[in-house]
């Protein structure tokens, strides 16, 4: 026999804590699940000083936080919990979950997020957190007056570069092509930044140090030159991959892997919405993805009112 849910919610990071924070104070019975550890990317960050009403503290204490909010409002949480097949056409939606249970609900909203595209070196998930990071808004004050490097080329990477500069002693670009991949306006103003530095053409090999990171270790790809530089910190923006590999041929996906909304955070699945970093947007802060899980909350609440659930 299914279990039965009003909502149910996959992924437990900020966007879905947030909507079942506010499902659960609606009553509606509300089923969170996640592959993993509650909290999603969040718990990666030591130190969290750009959340609102909150002073400086880390992401794990926020994650902790809303899981005890969404907790305490009579959501049932389930981490390590893997779906082994889902049917989001069926009406109520259909999960097979990794024990063999199976649970439906009248809706839901997936808020599996995202990870930064990594390089895959064994010393890169030695350094995060000792000095590697994805995130220049999250941490880059924590490195002022210190010497870092930002490893990119597109908007992005040169965008934080500049957001950096205003923080470090000095700021290295790392990239792999001999041109960036990213607006001239941004190039320009990159370029005419005394603090920033460049390394073209260069393809990233290893990160050393002892119990922090001390070194960016790269090849030039055609002459074969290795460099080593000297920083405290490394930014990586070499792009991101959305948690949306289940529901491809489900959902509408951008070229990206995105999940398309509309404004309502809608899918065009009937009954599915999406939340957060796995969804289609511009920035990925947990700011964002708390307003997420709180619109995609508030029109699954709506869109159960209207079926007089």
Known sequence: MAHHYDVIVLGGGPAGLTAGIYLGRARARTLILDAGTIGGQTVLSYSVANYPGVEETSGRT?????????RGFGCEIRAYTEVAGMDLRADPKRFRLGDG????????????????????????????????????????????????????????????????????????????????????WIIEEVRGNPKIRFLMEQEVLDFEGGEKLEKVVSVHKKTGEVSATVVDGCFVFIGYVPNSGPFEGVVSLTERGEIRTDESLATDVPGVFAAGDVRAKRYRQITTAVADGTIAAL?????LREKGR
């Open 62 to 70: 926020i994650s902790q936080t809303m899981l005890k909010q969404a």
């Open 101 to 184: 249970s199976e649970v439906t609900g009248e809706a839901v909203i997936i808020a599996t997020g995202g990870v930064p595209r990594r390089f895959g070196l064994a010393s890169e998930e030695r350094f995060v957190g000792r000095g590697i990071s994805y995130c220049a808004t999250c941490d880059g004050d924590f490195f002022t007056e210190r010497p870092i490097a930002v490893v990119g080329g597109g908007n992005s990477a040169l965008e934080e570069a500049l957001a950096l500069a205003r923080y470090a002693s000095k700021v290295t670009i790392i990239h792999e092509f001999d041109h960036f991949q990213a607006e001239p």
């Open 299 to 303: 029109s699954v609440l709506e869109s």
